[in-house]
């Protein structure tokens, strides 16, 4: 059974577009949270819900949209994509927010045309 | 916000140990300090965290002098699969607040 899991695996689409990226857990814990990898491989956390409930919500464009139906899930909306959000995003959970141990999925490659 | 600073790379050959530090200068009283490692098309994996002292599990060692401002993560008699990149990350957790904040990375390399 897969942990966390993420759809799509891969995106590509072009610039303008609006699309989003939808992240599971069968964890079973309360909080789950939206990386950004850039090409030069640097992991920026970009928001993190706690019993669905925003607790981080770092600077990031207005463009980016998180949603959390549930606990077990974490949607990431993106408008009117830029060349510059072409990166690989990750979806990961952890029991508590800070000092657990975070599972991580197996990311979704954004390629914005 | 605490700041971190890891190497960019290292080399190692086969069955030595290696040890990655972390600088994170302006870790506040209540950060953690977690080691993730990272292999090509994967999302990172956790490997260990501490708050002080020395914690060791069944595969690394985690360092932090009393002071807090550095962690070492040691990995005993490295192999070729342990080529990957690893970020420390600090988190803290106060009154409402969160913050968490990841390494660039550090891409170690095990030659044979």
């Known amino acids: 059974d897969t942990a966390v899991s993420q759809t799509p695996k891969y995106l590509v689409t072009q610039m303008g577009n609006d699309k989003s990226i939808k992240c599971e857990q069968n964890?079973?814990?309360?909080?789950m949270y939206w990386y950004k990898q850039d090409s030069k491989k640097f992991l920026k956390i970009m928001f993190s819900?706690?019993?669905?409930?925003?607790?981080i919500n770092e600077t990031v464009p207005n463009r980016f949209s998180p949603k959390s139906p549930d606990k077990a899930h974490l949607n990431l909306h993106i408008n009117s994509l830029e060349l510059g959000d072409s990166a690989v995003y990750f979806c990961?959970?952890?029991?508590?927010?800070?000092?657990?141990?975070?599972?991580f999925g197996p990311g979704t490659r954004l390629t914005v045309l | 916000l605490a700041k971190t600073t890891q190497p960019i790379s290292m080399d190692s050959y086969e069955g030595q140990e290696v040890n990655i530090t972390c600088s994170h200068n302006?870790?506040?009283?209540?950060?953690?300090i977690t080691w993730y490692q990272q292999f090509p098309s994967q999302g990172p994996r956790f490997i260990i965290q501490?708050?002080?002292t020395k914690v060791t599990n069944e595969v690394a060692s985690l360092f932090i002098p009393a002071d807090r401002k550095s962690s070492t993560l040691s990995l005993p008699r490295v192999s070729l699969s342990d080529t990957a990149v690893y970020y420390c990350?600090?988190?803290?957790?106060?009154?409402?607040?969160?913050?968490?904040?990841f390494g660039k990375g550090t891409k170690l390399s095990v030659i044979p």
């Open positions: 990961a959970s952890s029991q508590q927010p800070v000092g657990q141990e975070q599972f």
């Open positions: 964890l079973g814990h309360d909080t």
């Open positions: 819900y706690n019993n669905k409930e925003l607790i």
């Open positions: 302006n870790i506040a009283t209540n950060d953690y």
């Open positions: 501490g708050y002080k």
């Open positions: 990350l600090v988190g803290v957790a106060g009154a409402g607040s969160y913050q968490l904040t």
